[in-house]
């Protein structure tokens, strides 16, 4: 078989072999193709086809996430949060104390330090503004207390990390 890209030959089998060895790897994203497929038999053309293909946007753009409190008490806190694309938000809440820097996206989206005390992870779609109710804990010592978040697209992109809190 072979197959012609906007004009551009590519040998994709050959006579008697089960498997192709000319790939077409030349396809850019956001673009446009006219392929025509030409199939051979004994060296004579027996079929053709043509299809119009537009390859996808390859998204490297990272998401914007965004955390916004409500109401707050030493036992409940009360957060909105939101992204602007679709995708999954992580989310952790902790004592800045308790830290000695500020957490990495890795430690938001895996969830499982001991130090921390709410975590979680919402789908979301672009600009769903989700809510965020942490409560059955008590806040026993003063400080500033901040719910940490970062969301992944479903390109795997992942934005910066942001952070809303409060002090007690």
Not at 125 to 144: C, H, M, N, S, W
Not at 148 to 165: C, P, R, T
Request: net charge negative.
């Amino acid at each position: 078989m072979v197959a012609y890209v906007n004009g551009q030959e590519y040998r994709v089998f050959n006579y008697g072999e089960t498997y192709g060895f000319g790939a077409i790897k030349t396809l850019r994203a956001d673009t446009s193709y006219d392929i025509t497929l030409h199939f051979y038999k004994n060296n004579v053309n027996i079929a053709q086809g043509e299809l119009h293909i537009v390859t996808p946007h390859d998204d490297t753009i990272t998401p914007n996430v965004n955390a916004m409190l409500g109401n707050h008490t030493s036992t409940t806190a009360d957060f909105e949060i939101w992204s602007d694309e679709p995708g999954t938000i992580y989310y952790i809440f902790v004592r800045d104390a308790d830290f000695n820097v500020m957490p990495n996206k890795s430690l938001i989206m895996a969830g499982n330090d001991p130090r921390i005390v709410r975590s979680g992870q919402l789908n979301v779609t672009a600009d769903q503004r989700k809510q965020v109710l942490l409560d059955g804990f008590t806040i026993t010592e003063p400080g500033y207390w901040t719910l940490y978040l970062v969301s992944e697209d479903s390109a795997g992109n992942i934005s910066s990390i942001q952070g809303a809190g409060f002090s007690l």
